[in-house]
């Protein structure tokens, strides 16, 4: 990867100094260089940058993709449909729903545990494990048709599957489109930002009300929730023709809604 290429994706200054940054770590700790050139650059405090969704109609059809596609007489993306629907209608972020567990999941009693060591927010001083429950009850019905062998699945695996699944359903891939699209739309479905919050194990609000309010209608969000096994096919109609891109600021982002 060259550092060219990350500047031309979604990710802020912020995060592409992140990574320049733990390059030149390992260097130092490889004792190939002996100082950190990031050390001097001003960070900017750029924010999360802007936010991209997918349509309703596009995740639906990306679904309806991983369960029908067959390739030498096998569905390969099956296999990761699980932990897809954990980042789509959960909004795990992928290191978390990569990790998860069969036995973390508590399927009589609709929740979801999730380990101090498996949450990004866990990771940092004063974190802790989480148990989330109250998600919609698609993910549920995702998570019933769901393969053993998902629960298995290495991570480097899973990512793999999950590139290859956007490419082969030609469904665009932005950033961080799942967590932000399952945020963007729970908001707008439930009206509730606590209820979001704590779904995303966010500490507060401030995230949702900067970024996620405002982008989408109360219809929009109900009508992604309406995704699962028995009509995705028919919410993905018209899918490629349907355009709605999310931005940094409501006030920026005109709604595209279907004819």
């Known amino acids: 990867v060259y550092a060219s290429d990350l500047v031309r994706t979604d990710i802020t200054f912020d995060n592409y100094m992140k990574h320049v940054s733990a390059l030149y770590g390992h260097c130092i700790a490889r004792k190939i260089i002996r100082d950190n050139p990031c050390a001097t650059v001003e960070r900017r405090s750029d924010g999360p940058g802007e936010v991209k969704i997918l ?21 390969p993306f099956l296999v990761a449909i699980g932990r897809l629907a954990l980042e789509f209608f959960l909004g795990l972020r992928f ?5 998860v567990s069969k036995n973390e999941i508590n399927f009589a009693d609709r929740g979801v545990l999730l380990p101090r060591r498996k949450l990004k927010t866990g990771k940092q001083r004063g974190g802790r494990k989480h148990y989330v ?64 919050a704590t779904l995303l194990c966010h500490t507060d609000q401030q ?10 209608t109360h219809e929009m969000g109900k009508k992604y929730q309406r995704i699962t096994p028995g009509n995705c096919a028919d919410l993905a ?13 409501p006030e920026d982002a005109p709604l595209q809604l279907p004819a």
């Not at 995230?207 to 989408?216: D, K, M, T, V």
Request: glycine share 4%; with cysteine.
């Open 207 to 216: 995230q949702l009300w900067e970024h996620y309010l405002g982008i989408a």
């Open 133 to 196: 429950d109250g998600m919609p009850d698609q993910l549920w019905s995702w998570l019933a048709i769901t393969p053993e062998e998902c629960w298995t699945l290495a991570p480097r695996d899973y990512l793999t599957l999950k590139s290859k699944l956007f490419i082969v359903a030609g469904v665009p891939h932005p950033h961080n489109c799942a967590r932000h699209s399952f945020a963007t739309y729970d908001l707008r479905a439930h009206k509730n930002p606590g209820r979001t």
């Open 55 to 75: 349509s309703t109609e596009q995740c639906a059809h990306l679904f309806h993709t991983a369960l029908t596609y067959t390739e030498d007489d096998e569905k």
């Open 237 to 249: 109609q018209g899918w490629q023709s349907v355009v709605f891109a999310a931005f940094a600021t």
């Open 95 to 99: 290191a978390s729903a990569a990790r």
